[in-house]
């Protein structure tokens, strides 16, 4: 499939990277296969796949947090395997896991965010500049001097974020962070990162199980089995019949849409979310 | 009478403000499967641990069959109730699947032979097969949910009570899950699904509870179940 | 009055030094008074106590006994026959060392009064390298999370209909020894994950790191850490002399 960004700055490319992992009994599991991927800057990418298909894996390679068994990833033309430029690859590439409570290390939400910043040995009034600019990115502006683990799921799920943009980082990679929230938590969070993405310019690269949320993004990539099966635009790859194929279901929109157009009712193919959807039929 | 009963209880957190939960009355009957659905925060999981005897209420009575549910020993209550945990690897401690499903069947003195034909058949019927001697926490978490379920339900209790049990499930998993369900059900047991995942309730529910800050909001019926979609 | 981490902590070494030096059960009862009167000055929850001494019970009576049988002098209390069971002494002795003990294991709740990233701090203001002081810290966080899996662990375990008051002794031990595994396991992990946070946000990147905030120490600091010093001063050389 067409591989997009490659009019913008690319930021992040993978060439032909395969990562296995060793399992009991000397058997090897290939989590990824041959990947060729580009990302161009200020990007909103989703992955989608079924589980087992590669996408945490994927995510895990993009900061250096696991290193490639072949090929090459490379984060700004910076290596991954290159021990000297991990550092700066993880301040450009900012994680956000899974799980809202494991990603919690200090007692105060300002403290929390500054963690990463202070790591980089900034001024301490620029470390203050940062959590606030990060805060108030997320929302979370006024629950500054709170206690990080009382916070609801989701917005954990923001500081999460804001402590990653407190080093400034050109993108943001988040692995299923929304599968542990209820509807108002996922909703704050991707209202959020639609901000920082349009607003802010941040690569944004998200890994998800929920087709809705997915259904924002600039581009869909689908792995299946360590491969990358379709890559394009939502509305492309929901409507194909290679989606359903491969073991996921797209968003009920989508589906709407599809059926209209195959019914020949003239109604715009690209409609994949509700927003869309109302506005199309109540302008 | 109900198999289990709730009578204005209420519930408060050690250094919370607002109860958990409040005014709670409620008949679950034996063979049913009943949904409560409602946000994070509205107290579902709370219902539950109160259910099965975890939290004790601050303030009213629950009833397991008849009998006030301070009566019983957790044990007690684990042999009729099975809990699934939200979180799977909440119970789960066992060095290897089939362990983990023969734990604590050794109890009902039947003999190591009954033992195995059990274990054996819920490996089957769970897919589990292949991984009999695997280390449950390597399993994904479909697969350690299914042995969570497979290893409460070996010890035939009369009713199961599950945590938010599509949480990090894909869409294949989820209708997986509905399969497995929908059997358990079939062997005759009934049921309470917590979720806030309501195209995943509305599979299998045949009566839908709404909380909402601690309170029951609704409590309805529904005629039938609903004709599985694709 | 917000009192500095290391004002707690200079309290914390003077009571727990002087309890070390004290032999007499009397002068380690005030001890263990003038702890809990600080305890309770920094508004440590005094029903918590209770909590975290009761698994230390048997401990204590067991040193008790051991102390109270073979120390022998003093006044005789107790014989079976010839032999000399318990005297004076030996009440003493069993004292002393129980006190002593409730002593340092009070005093050192005094800095489960500061939060965490206090304590962080105030290890770092007095030069003790970051990746020690952080390490202590996520190690007093992760202690409760230990106890909430072990907790965890035998509410599963009951929920699958083993009634653990009824389990033999011997089985019992057994059964506690299989158990432990998962819950290393499970705190393992979630120690892993953190770790992975920590590294995805450049923990120790850099040979040095800036603070956020710093701590200052105000006069009641330095009143509370000159009175402490002076009173532990003054009875080390009572003792002495």
């Known amino acids: ?68 068994s ?47 910043a202070e790591n980089l040995n900034l001024s301490p009034a620029e470390v203050r500049r940062r959590v606030n600019w990060a805060l108030e990115a997320v929302g979370l502006s006024d629950l500054c001097y709170h206690a990080p683990h009382l916070l609801s799921g989701g917005q954990k799920q923001r500081l999460a974020v804001a402590a990653a ?119 | 009478m109900s198999f289990i009963e709730l009578r204005q209880v ?21 063979k049913a499967i009943t949904a409560v659905v409602g946000p994070n925060g509205s107290g579902k999981t709370t219902l539950t641990r109160l259910i099965i005897g975890i939290l004790p209420p601050d303030k009213g009575e629950i009833y ?15 042999a009729r109730i099975g809990y699934i945990f939200q979180n799977p690897d909440l119970q789960l401690f066992c060095p290897s699947v089939a362990e983990e499903i023969a734990f604590g069947l050794s109890r009902a003195g039947q003999g190591p032979q009954w033992i195995k034909e059990k274990v054996d058949f819920f490996l089957e019927y769970f897919e589990l097969d292949g991984y009999r001697n695997s280390f449950p926490m390597h399993l994904s978490q479909g697969e350690k949910q299914r042995l969570a379920i497979a290893a409460v339900l070996a010890h035939e209790p009369e009713y199961l009570i599950l945590d938010e049990p599509t949480i990090g499930l894909d869409a294949f998993r989820k209708k997986q899950l509905v399969e497995y369900l929908h059997k358990v059900a079939g062997l005759g047991r009934g049921m309470l699904l917590v979720s806030h995942d309501m195209a995943f309730v509305n599979k299998l529910a045949e009566r839908l509870i709404s909380m909402e800050n601690g309170r029951i909001q609704s409590d309805s019926e529904r005629r039938g179940r609903l004709l599985n979609e694709g | 009055m917000k009192v500095d981490p290391r004002s707690k902590m200079l309290l914390v070494i003077c ?29 440590f929850d005094i029903g918590m106590i209770g909590g975290y001494l009761r698994p230390l019970v048997s401990l204590l009576l067991i040193l008790f006994l051991i102390q109270c049988l073979f120390t022998k002098g003093g006044q005789v209390w107790l014989t079976i026959g010839q032999l000399e069971l318990v005297s004076s002494a030996g009440l003493i002795a069993g004292a002393s060392v129980v006190l002593r003990i409730l002593v340092v294991v009070n ?38 999370l230990f106890r909430d899996e072990m907790q965890n662990v035998i509410t599963a375990v009951q929920l699958r209909g083993v009634e653990l008051k009824k389990v033999a002794w011997g089985e019992k031990i057994s059964m506690y020894r299989t158990l432990i595994f998962p819950v290393v396991y499970r705190t393992m992990l979630k120690a892993q994950q953190l770790s992975i ?13 800036t603070y956020l905030r710093r701590l200052d120490l105000y006069w009641a600091d330095y009143v509370i850490m000159s009175l402490a010093l002076t009173v532990t001063v003054i009875l080390l050389v009572g003792q002495i002399l």
């Open chain 1, 1 to 68: 499939m067409a591989q997009q960004g490659e009019t913008m700055g690319r930021i992040i490319e993978l060439i032909n990277v395969s990562k296995e992992y060793l399992q009991a009994g000397d058997n090897t599991r290939q989590a990824l296969a041959d990947i060729n991927l580009g990302i161009g800057a200020g990007e909103l990418v989703g992955i989608a796949g079924m589980n087992g298909s590669g996408k945490t894996t994927l995510a895990r390679l993009l900061n250096a947090l696991l290193l490639p």
């Open chain 1, 70 to 116: 072949s090929g090459k990833v490379l984060i700004n033309g910076m290596d991954t395997t290159e021990p000297g430029y991990q550092q700066e690859i993880r301040r450009q590439v900012g994680m956000v896991f899974q799980n809202p409570d494991n990603q919690i290390i200090n007692p105060i939400v300002d403290e929390e965010v500054a963690f990463g």
């Open chain 1, 165 to 283: 943009l407190a080093m400034r980082p050109e993108c943001l990679v988040l692995d299923e962070p929304t599968s542990m929230l209820d509807q108002p938590g996922r909703r704050k969070l991707l209202k959020c990162l639609l901000q920082l993405n349009r607003e802010h310019h941040l690569t944004i690269i998200m890994i998800s199980h929920c087709m809705e949320e997915l259904a924002v993004a600039d581009r869909l990539i689908v792995l299946h089995e360590g491969a990358v099966h379709m890559d394009g635009p939502p509305w492309v790859v929901f409507s194909s019949p290679q989606f359903t194929a491969l073991g996921l279901k797209p968003p009920p929109i989508a589906s709407i849409t599809g059926s209209l157009v195959r019914q020949g009712h003239q109604i715009d193919k690209k409609i994949v979310t509700l927003e869309q959807m109302v506005e199309y039929l109540c302008p």
């Open chain 2, 10 to 30: 209420e519930f408060c957190y050690p250094r919370q403000s607002s109860p958990a939960v409040t005014d709670i009355n409620l008949k679950l009957e034996k």
């Open chain 2, 64 to 78: 397991l069959t008849r009998s006030p549910l301070a009566r019983y020993t957790l044990a007690e209550v684990g």
């Open chain 3, 15 to 43: 009571i727990s030094g002087l309890a070390l030096i004290y032999n007499n059960p009397l002068q380690l009862a005030l001890l263990l008074a003038v702890s809990l009167a600080l305890l309770g000055a920094f508004r």
């Open chain 3, 107 to 144: 005093s050192a709740m005094l800095l489960t009064t500061c939060s965490s990233r206090d304590f962080v701090l105030g290890l770092i203001q007095w030069k003790v390298p970051y990746e020690i002081a952080f390490m202590v810290s996520i190690a007093l966080r992760f202690l409760p």
């Open chain 3, 197 to 209: 946070v920590m590294e995805a946000r450049g923990f120790r990147a850099y040979p040095r790191r």
